[in-house]
């Protein structure tokens, strides 16, 4: 699947903020999507993951309740809706699709995700 984020920005603290993921390739449907991010001088962590049939999503502990990922299976989109944005969220965000088709649930780890987009910044300004 080739991968192409958008929508990063430069934000205040407490705005808001939403990605999307264009997909093309292999079918889309067929895999679970996630969203990582890296900051500078860290490394890349799992942010969110939602299912291939939309029917779960997982969420790291610091964006439960801030974040939602949704897809649209009819686009080949997968989106990030980031609310009450904070400075810790600053990072690079990459969307990406699982390596597996129809895995049955959802994966957290870097290694289980084969294709990669290139990236947006995210910016938060406190």
């Known amino acids: 699947v080739q991968l192409q984020a958008s929508g990063g920005g430069l934000v205040q603290a407490g705005g808001s903020l939403r990605l999307s993921c264009a997909a093309s390739?292999?079918?889309?449907?067929?895999?679970?999507m996630g969203w990582f991010r890296q900051a500078p001088g860290k490394e890349r962590e799992f942010v969110a993951a939602?299912?291939?049939?939309?029917?779960?999503?997982r969420y790291a502990d610091s964006v439960a309740g801030r974040f939602a990922i949704s897809r649209d299976s009819a686009k080949n989109t997968v989106s990030l809706q980031m609310n009450s944005l904070n400075s810790e969220d600053t990072a690079r965000y990459y969307c990406?699709?699982?390596?597996?088709?129809?895995?049955?649930?959802?994966?957290?780890?870097?290694?289980?995700?084969?294709?990669w987009g290139q990236g947006t910044q995210v910016t938060v300004s406190s």
């Open positions: 939602i299912s291939y049939g939309k029917h779960s999503t």
């Open positions: 390739g292999r079918t889309f449907s067929a895999y679970n």
């Open positions: 990406a699709a699982d390596s597996m088709r129809y895995r049955g649930h959802l994966r957290l780890a870097v290694d289980d995700y084969a294709d």
